[in-house]
């Protein structure tokens, strides 16, 4: 961007630091947003609660996510207080980030990107019964929670928010924006009777859900199905069939039998019930979808990528993750993704290319028509190659990213 934070930019997550033994903290401003001012991070004045409702203050030390670790320095202490963090609900920096009210040359309206940088309403249910709601200008997910930008008051030049790291362990259920049905209404792509419809049939067809199959067949008992789902909440980019195979509560051959009498009596989701039915197309889903969450969604058939930012990531990666790197600034890639939420995929390109990642969203579709577009012939067939001609076997048309359309319904 032309105009230049005044806040440090930490390293990612994985990235190597000068020596070992250095502190680390992993947090990143709202994304996409111009920040004219905020916490410099090291040694910010931060507020945390822990799961037993006490709460503590300090200087922050450390937010390391690859270790699970916050450190802080309490008033008056000669040593730092190390906490892990699935023993929190939640942290806030004290120092609200100053961002700019509208913006008129950054780097994405250079790029031609679409980027709302509106603040989105946000709810977080804790496990104990208590919530935080408000509204926030975009997040970010980690494997160890959800960092979010409260809104906290805008005035004539500025907007100010404040950066709030709630802990996977302490959430039981979160959503951003308002419903996806209701967004598509408001934007004219679905009439409110097809919406109406599509959601009866819904919960026609989860009269009977793969759980209860489950359970019925005495494959997994109740208790360990509520378990499974429970963390599922806390991991949304996880499928439940995954959860329960990484659990070792079902066997694959099981899962597979479950997933074939499912077929047979429901739909996934409401978005396939509308992808399905002829309402909308599945792209349509996704802009919806990345507006309700702040996601810029990218046409990369008429996104001009130059070919020194290609190179930034090589074909097998690129295809590996199904990823473009679209453009770098201050230090972080900006890519294309179908299911930007996946943080597993941005925290291992963050890895293997050393900077930050800042995902954005594009159909699967126009994903494919750019990696063969943008890498040669001669990269290509040596990344076919490589995964066994297993890209080229693919059918985007036909396969649905259900962990997507669960977001959609979820909100996360």
Same mark, same amino acid.
């Given at each position: 961007?032309q105009?230049?934070?005044?806040? =440090?930019? *930490?390293?990612?997550?994985?990235?190597?630091?000068q020596?070992?033994g250095?502190?680390?903290?992993?947090?990143?401003p709202?994304?996409?947003?111009d920040?004219?001012?905020?916490?410099e991070?090291?040694?910010?004045?931060?507020?945390?609660?822990?799961?037993?409702?006490?709460?503590? %203050?300090?200087?922050?030390?450390?937010?390391?996510?690859a270790?699970?670790?916050?450190?802080?320095l309490e008033?008056?202490?000669t040593?730092?207080?190390?906490?892990? =963090?699935?023993s929190?609900?939640?942290?806030?920096?004290e120092?609200p +980030?100053?961002? =700019?009210?509208?913006?008129n040359?950054?780097?994405e309206?250079?790029?031609? /990107?679409d980027?709302?940088?509106a &603040?989105?309403s946000?709810?977080?249910?804790?496990?104990?019964? $208590?919530e935080i709601t408000?509204?926030?200008?975009?997040?970010? @997910?980690?494997?160890?929670?959800?960092?979010?930008?409260?809104?906290? %008051?805008?005035?004539? !030049?500025?907007? +100010?928010?404040?950066?709030?790291f709630?802990?996977?362990?302490? #959430?039981?259920?979160?959503?951003?924006?308002?419903? #996806?049905?209701?967004?598509?209404?408001q934007?004219?792509?679905?009439?409110?009777? &097809?919406?109406?419809?599509?959601?009866?049939?819904?919960q026609?067809e989860?009269?009977?859900?793969?759980g209860?199959?489950?359970v019925?067949q005495? #494959?997994?008992?109740?208790? *360990?199905l509520?378990?499974? /789902?429970?963390?599922?909440k806390?991991?949304?980019?996880?499928? /439940?069939?995954?959860?329960l195979l990484s *659990?070792d509560l079902? $066997?694959e051959?099981?899962?597979?039998?479950? /997933?074939?009498?499912?077929?047979?009596k429901?739909?996934? &989701?409401l978005?396939?019930?509308?992808?399905?039915?002829?309402?909308?197309?599945k792209?349509?889903?996704q802009?919806?979808?990345?507006?309700?969450?702040?996601?810029?969604?990218v046409?990369?058939?008429?996104f001009?990528?130059e070919p020194?930012?290609?190179?930034?990531?090589?074909?097998?990666?690129?295809?590996?993750? !199904?990823?473009?790197p679209?453009?770098v600034?201050e230090g972080?890639?900006?890519?294309?993704i179908? @299911?930007?939420?996946?943080?597993?995929?941005?925290?291992?390109?963050s890895?293997? #290319?050393n900077?930050?990642?800042?995902?954005?969203? &594009?159909?699967?579709?126009?994903?494919?028509?750019?990696l063969?577009?943008?890498?040669s012939?001669?990269?290509?067939?040596?990344?076919i190659?490589?995964?066994?001609?297993?890209? *080229?076997?693919?059918?985007?048309?036909?396969s649905?990213d259900?962990?997507?359309?669960?977001a959609?319904e979820?909100a996360?």
């Amino acid at each position: 961007m032309q105009s230049e934070p005044l806040i =440090m930019i *930490e390293p990612p997550v994985g990235m190597a630091t000068q020596s070992s033994g250095a502190m680390k903290i992993d947090l990143q401003p709202p994304p996409f947003s111009d920040v004219h001012e905020g916490p410099e991070y090291s040694n910010t004045s931060v507020t945390i609660e822990l799961n037993n409702n006490t709460r503590i %203050k300090g200087k922050l030390v450390q937010f390391n996510v690859a270790t699970e670790t916050i450190s802080i320095l309490e008033p008056r202490a000669t040593t730092q207080t190390d906490i892990d =963090m699935s023993s929190i609900k939640f942290l806030r920096l004290e120092k609200p +980030y100053q961002l =700019m009210l509208a913006s008129n040359n950054t780097e994405e309206k250079i790029k031609g /990107l679409d980027v709302d940088t509106a &603040a989105r309403s946000f709810e977080v249910f804790f496990k104990d019964r $208590t919530e935080i709601t408000g509204k926030t200008y975009g997040s970010r @997910n980690d494997k160890n929670g959800v960092h979010f930008y409260e809104q906290t %008051k805008i005035g004539r !030049k500025w907007r +100010y928010c404040t950066h709030l790291f709630v802990s996977k362990a302490a #959430i039981e259920s979160n959503a951003i924006g308002g419903q #996806i049905g209701d967004l598509l209404v408001q934007e004219k792509q679905i009439s409110q009777e &097809a919406l109406s419809t599509a959601l009866e049939e819904q919960q026609t067809e989860r009269s009977r859900t793969i759980g209860e199959y489950l359970v019925s067949q005495k #494959i997994v008992d109740a208790d *360990e199905l509520e378990g499974a /789902l429970s963390r599922q909440k806390n991991m949304p980019n996880l499928k /439940l069939g995954e959860i329960l195979l990484s *659990e070792d509560l079902v $066997t694959e051959a099981q899962l597979d039998e479950a /997933l074939k009498e499912q077929k047979k009596k429901r739909k996934s &989701a409401l978005g396939e019930i509308l992808v399905n039915s002829g309402v909308i197309a599945k792209h349509e889903i996704q802009q919806s979808l990345a507006k309700k969450l702040g996601i810029p969604f990218v046409n990369l058939r008429e996104f001009i990528v130059e070919p020194e930012v290609i190179r930034v990531l090589t074909a097998a990666t690129a295809y590996k993750h !199904k990823v473009v790197p679209l453009y770098v600034y201050e230090g972080k890639i900006v890519v294309a993704i179908a @299911n930007p939420m996946d943080w597993q995929v941005t925290d291992a390109l963050s890895f293997n #290319i050393n900077k930050y990642v800042e995902p954005v969203m &594009a159909s699967p579709e126009d994903i494919n028509w750019a990696l063969q577009f943008y890498y040669s012939s001669e990269d290509i067939e040596s990344t076919i190659a490589d995964f066994d001609g297993e890209v *080229e076997g693919e059918d985007e048309d036909d396969s649905y990213d259900e962990t997507l359309f669960s977001a959609a319904e979820t909100a996360l």
